[in-house]
């Protein structure tokens, strides 16, 4: 019916398809597994569900909020609408201050606790992270 020709080049499209599902399967799973949420303050008290997964917060450190104790740090971020308690172990980046915009990564406790692994303070007084400015309503 068909030729040696054909039954080949149709077995390496095949082949090549498979490799191509299976490698976009793996890519894609990978990522899955480091993808991490962005979320606001108002987003989190309009929670439905505590998510145990890792997410991120961001907004503004509040103003006379940061209090260090020993090898914590515990300050509050808010996007001017709500307010969310962050406590952190270890040095935070030397960009951290009072009013100035702030990524916390970690887990929520609850709608009011978020316990951080990692700060991320913006780099100079111009820059907002775009899901930050967004969640601010800044354009």
């Known amino acids: 019916m068909y030729g ?18 299976l490698t976009t399967f ?6 899955e597994e480091n993808v ?7 987003e989190i008290k309009l929670l439905t ?28 971020i808010t996007d001017f609408k709500n307010e969310i ?12 201050v009072e009013g100035k915009g702030v990524v916390a990564e970690g887990f929520l406790k609850d709608r009011n606790f978020f316990s951080a692994t990692k700060i991320l303070a913006k780099h100079d007084e111009n820059y907002m992270p775009p899901e930050v400015k967004e969640a601010l309503g800044e354009k």
Do not use: H, W
């Not at 040696?4 to 599902?21: A, E, H, S, W, Y």
């Open 36 to 42: 991490v949420y962005f979320q606001s303050p108002t």
């Open 85 to 96: 308690n962050v406590a952190y172990s270890g040095a935070v980046p030397n960009l951290f």
């Open 4 to 21: 040696r020709k054909v039954k080949l080049r149709f077995l390496l499209i095949v082949i090549i398809l498979i490799t191509l599902i």
């Open 49 to 76: 569900e505590i998510e145990k997964s890792k997410i991120r917060v961001g907004g503004m450190v509040k103003k006379n909020s940061i209090s260090i104790n020993s090898n914590e740090v515990n300050f509050i």
């Open 26 to 31: 793996l890519i894609l799973k990978s990522l």
